[in-house]
């Protein structure tokens, strides 16, 4: 387990949302860990390896070096290991990889071009901004159309399920909401402000059933805002996704600042009962 020492240290010196010690466990549903120079999460025989060092630059002899502890100090079956790159001696036992790019937001030197200014200015005349601490019942209808309706990856839904959990434990954590007429929610943004030098936007959803032009736009100007009233140096916008995402990214000034790299490791093999009861220990 973390000391609150420890925890300090983490979250003064994250750059990626998985240093976020509150989030990662909330969603993993393990325990955290610094282990050398890399946080880490530990649900019984799995473990979540943030493979970005805190304080010294990311080199892949370090990165064997820190998977190796783990396997000595935890024993696991699997690793769920994200990183800038991988090892080549980790192929062979790599069952699932995915690639990607971080897009961050330099809120201080990033210009708003005119025409997103008149597409929140008209948002505005039409929705009403809060920021709240609370998950409500229309949170959670909004979180079951966005589902049905895009079919998102299984980790994404994942994380949009755990919302409601995450948003309630967390003192970090916003919700910043536009509301429609009638009191119907047209799109919400989840932020958490736990890292020193930056907000992270976690996840968000908009409707189409409760449409209202300009939603998205209008929660992305609002989290930009306030990541300049509680100080930070720039928003982490997560991973580029695809194509409709990073474009909306982008136009906002988004970058991709830093590469991403997951895959899942097998440390050993192991029965269909195992695998059968790994399954049921991650749901």
Avoid at 102 to 117: F, M, P
Wanted: with cysteine; glycine share 6%.
């Amino acid at each position: 387990m973390l000391t609150a020492e420890e925890e300090r240290f983490i979250l003064a010196s994250a750059y990626i949302p998985e240093h976020i010690v509150g989030l990662m466990t909330c969603v993993s549903g393990g325990e955290p860990y610094l282990v050398e120079d890399h946080f880490c999460c530990r649900k019984g025989d799995w473990v979540i390896l943030v493979g970005y060092p805190l304080k010294h630059d990311f080199t892949l002899s370090e990165l064997e070096i820190i998977i190796d502890k783990i396997k000595k100090q935890f024993h696991p079956k699997y690793i769920s290991l994200i990183a800038p790159e991988l090892p080549v001696s980790l192929a062979a036992s790599c069952q699932e990889k995915e690639t990607d790019y971080y897009y961050t937001l330099d809120i201080h030197n990033t210009i708003i071009r005119s025409s997103l200014r008149r597409t929140v200015k008209r948002a505005k005349e039409s929705l009403t901004v809060e920021c709240s601490k609370k998950i409500l019942n229309a949170h959670h209808d909004l979180i079951r159309e966005f589902i049905e309706r895009v079919k998102p990856q299984y980790r994404v839904e994942e994380l949009l399920v755990k919302m409601p959990e995450y948003v309630g434990r967390s003192s970090d954590s916003m919700v910043l909401n536009a509301w429609g007429d009638e009191n119907k929610l047209a799109a919400f943004y989840i932020i958490d402000q736990a890292a020193r030098n930056f907000s992270s936007y976690v996840i968000g959803c908009h409707s189409k059933e409760n449409y209202v032009p300009g939603a998205s736009d209008l929660l992305c100007f609002e989290m930009i805002e306030m990541s300049k009233q509680y100080g930070k140096h720039y928003i982490h916008l997560g991973l580029g996704v695809n194509e409709g995402i990073r474009g909306f990214k982008e136009k906002w000034g988004g970058t991709p600042t830093r590469r991403y790299v997951m895959c899942e490791l097998l440390v050993k093999k192991y029965s269909i009962f195992d695998t059968i009861m790994t399954l049921w220990k991650k749901s």
